[in-house]
């Protein structure tokens, strides 16, 4: 189970570096031909246009000793995020769909295409909506449904049809700054550029995101109740033996379970499971018990927020965490299902964090208010940090660009950024 688990991760990463690959050429090749068109046609700034028509000519130059875009569409991470809803769905059943603008029609082509490829990639997780969400972005569980309903050919055929593309750039200028333009000349490390692309989000969802947490941290939470008289390995609420099993395997302790769950789970089930687990593996607990990139420290949560980099990746897990409980998953386990994403195929060996260390130092602080989320408005990023341990710099992607870790944006951009800027915000979304 844990083998097929971890090959439809693999093939989560396949895809979207697939998908990244079409959408990057659909967009340089309609801004080649209209920077105007292809700014209506994908709803991006007229800039971002334009670098992505620079960027396709500095790839056909022969001089050129890198092709830009095919070095970003290699981003092991999605760049897009897909846009999909039930009256999409409802049209592509039917065959038929709102007429393209006149002067879009010439794009027909390669809107064809790309909208194919989004049908078939969600087609192949139709019945896996979790993969779906943690690869796509796509938390509508209905949307998924409705496909998998619906016929394969029908849609496939059907999708061309559409006036508008299913997904979405999540990209922008900044972003493509700080991947391509360090002041050391290195280019920047291929996980470090994914982290960041996981981390953008523009001000419109990160207040979603901070209300919907918001509510979630206003709900009651449930009362531990104790069942006499009734047998201690049957009564586990539904799904809650998975993520329990989940937890075990990377080592966390049965006091940290049981306060991780906050379910009717008891000590005698954890310990049942665990002693099971034992049985099935014998071999010692993996890597992730003993977690040696962090210093031994009085406070050891203060390594993971006193690092950028960590801070990046606790805030992805964060991301893909949020959308998996937009398809209705409590909010334990699609932490550990987040985790699980990350740690099998996003992993970096040199900032490695274990599931235990995470539970202490985000998920319980989080639960208990003390986390907050915040946006920079000059990297359009969004990032957690925690009230007792203070960085100076909030933002980590502005951090890293300080230390050269990252580019900077360039003095065109910052000189032309508009009117009226907006300041970088470092205050928390949250109260």
Known sequence: MESLQNSLHAACVVDQKDLNETVVGAVAAVARQSLHDCAELFGITVRLAQRFAS????????????????????????????HMTLDDVTQMQRGRAAPMPPHLERYRPVLKGLNEQVVLMLLRYATQPRLAALMSGLGSREVMEAMSSAGCSTLVQSAGHLAHPLVSLTLNEVYLDRVFSTLSGLPVDPVLRSLVARTLCSWEDCVEISEALDRELAAPRPVRVTKIGRPTAVFLPPGEADTIRQLIAHGVSTKAILQFTRSEVNSAQVRRLRKASDDQRPEPADDDVV????????DSNAAVW??????????SIFAHQR?????????????????????THHRDPANPLSLSRLISAVFTPLQDGLVHLGHCSECNTMHLSHDGHHNGIECPVCALAKFNKL????????????????ARSGEALMA
């Open 407 to 422: 580019g900077r944006p360039s003095s065109f951009r910052t000189g032309n950024w508009g009117s009226a800027p907006r």
């Open 55 to 82: 960027m396709a000519l500095q790839g056909e130059d022969r001089r050129s000793e890198v092709d830009p875009l095919a070095d970003l569409a290699t981003t092991p991470t999605a760049l897009w995020r897909v």
């Open 291 to 298: 977690d040696p990139s962090l210093p031994r420290t009085h």
């Open 323 to 343: 959308v998996l409980v937009s398809l209705g998953l409590p909010p334990h386990a699609a932490f550990v299902e987040a985790y699980e994403f990350y740690a």
């Open 306 to 315: 006193g690092s950028a980099v960590r801070r990046l990746l606790v805030t």
